[in-house]
């Protein structure tokens, strides 16, 4: 079951956008697909202890190499990033898609705070997958 806590901030991360019916589901993972293809994924992980939003951002990457490449660069610690950003590449039925996490601790996780990181990885995203991109 989602907990209140997420879904809280998942509806007010909606009214934010305009989107009123958005509400996260019973259980599993909110999915939202832009018209540019970017998918955005919220998921509450974590246990009791240590409760956590996982919010990833994936994109279409055409060939796998370089972009895994430039997102391995473009994570590193150096780069000063408001928080670590774990990557992944994965493959679907159509293409390699590029996959950019962050997890947010339970009492940072506002729409606000959301809004910000959602910013943060399309704008991480584009500078990691534009030519010659990701590179100190």
Known sequence: M???????TITAFGSQL???????????VLQLTFESGEVLSLEPVGDRENPQA??????????PEPAARSALVRSH?????PYPI???IRQSRE??????????PRRQFTA??????????????????RPGGGHA
Do not use: Y
């Open 95 to 104: 293409d390699w898609r590029l996959l950019a996490a962050v997890r947010i």
């Open 54 to 63: 996982l919010i990833v951002m994936e994109r279409s990457t055409g060939q």
């Open 2 to 8: 989602i907990p209140a806590w997420f879904r809280d």
């Open 112 to 129: 606000d705070r959301l809004a910000q990181t959602v910013e943060l990885l399309h704008r991480w995203l584009d500078d990691v997958l």
């Open 86 to 88: 774990q990557v992944a």
């Open 77 to 81: 610690v150096l780069h000063g990033d």
């Open 18 to 28: 305009g989107l009123r019916a958005l509400t996260s589901p019973r259980e599993g």
